[in-house]
């Protein structure tokens, strides 16, 4: 993006045009930042390209702004008038002024320095390519050190924000968007320890109410399963009807041999 130009004008609201953002949009943002514009103007001018002669500008960056000034009936606003980038460099431009200005949950910014990776990495690919082999300056840095210098991030925030992203399973970080989950750091590293099928179950444990939080859905689908003790059974009595029999219809004689073959010394009774 070095090699960008960049132009301050004034453009009327109904020529800028905007496309797919990879931001969500906030109408609580938008509220406050009527009541600032009202009293304060438009402080940072928001980013575009085209050309005057074209239908339109297509809006990099200012999003928000934008829809304030046209909330407050303002026929044209200020704009940085963005030149010679490519759609990588333009998205890169998107990314930064996010990362730099906006309120972005932990979520967010995990999503905006994972796609910014993914560009860079392209990007330095592209100047290979192109050069030989060598790239332009910004490409033979390393990712989490060429973003910290541009977004005032530290490198460690960098790096565990993107192995959010990286590990939390696309739809799952679909489905939690939006919710308090999102804008905490803790709860998407809570997820990033689980595999992606087990992230799933997390989130239904949360919306189901059997957790309050991912914290505690990993605890639960962490926690050895019990097993349920089995009762022994109960061992069957001996047979000894037969014996008895046999005792019943024994002499004295023959009673008095089987005591003696079985090591018992008690005398039988004579009976006759």
């Given at each position: 993006m070095d090699d960008a130009k960049t132009i301050t004008r004034k453009v009327p609201l109904e020529r800028i045009i905007v496309g797919e953002r990879l931001r969500q949009f906030r109408e609580s943002q938008v509220e406050t930042l009527m009541e600032s514009i009202s009293e304060l103007g438009l402080l940072t001018p928001i980013s575009v390209y085209g050309d005057q002669d074209d239908d339109g500008y297509t809006l990099v960056a200012g999003l928000h702004r934008l829809e304030a000034c046209r909330r407050l009936a303002w026929p044209e606003i200020d704009v940085i008038l963005?030149?010679?980038l490519d759609d990588y460099e333009r998205l890169l431009w998107e990314?930064?002024?996010?990362?730099?200005?906006?309120?972005?949950?932990?979520?967010e910014r995990a999503e905006h320095l994972l796609r910014r990776k993914q560009i860079f990495e392209a990007k330095r690919e592209q100047a290979r390519a192109y050069d030989s082999g060598s790239a332009k300056p910004q490409y033979e840095r390393g990712f989490a050190s060429e973003t910290a210098e541009r977004t005032g991030l530290t490198k460690r925030h960098i790096n565990r924000s993107i192995r959010r992203a990286e590990l939390v399973a696309p739809?799952?970080?679909d489905a939690i968007r939006g919710t308090p989950s999102f804008r905490k750091g803790v709860e998407l590293d809570a997820l990033a320890e689980l595999s992606h099928e087990e992230q799933r179950r997390a989130v239904a444990l949360v919306n189901d109410g059997k957790v309050r939080t991912f914290r505690e859905a990993v605890e639960q689908l962490s926690a050895p399963k019990?097993?349920?003790?089995t009762q022994p059974k109960p061992k069957a009595e001996p047979r000894i009807d037969p014996l008895l029999s046999a005792w019943e219809g024994a002499d004295d004689d023959v009673r008095q041999a089987f005591l003696d073959k079985i090591g018992v010394q008690a005398p039988i009774a004579r009976t006759g």
């Open positions: 963005v030149d010679r990314i930064d002024e996010n990362l730099m200005r906006a309120e972005l949950s932990e979520g739809d799952v970080r019990s097993k349920t003790k």
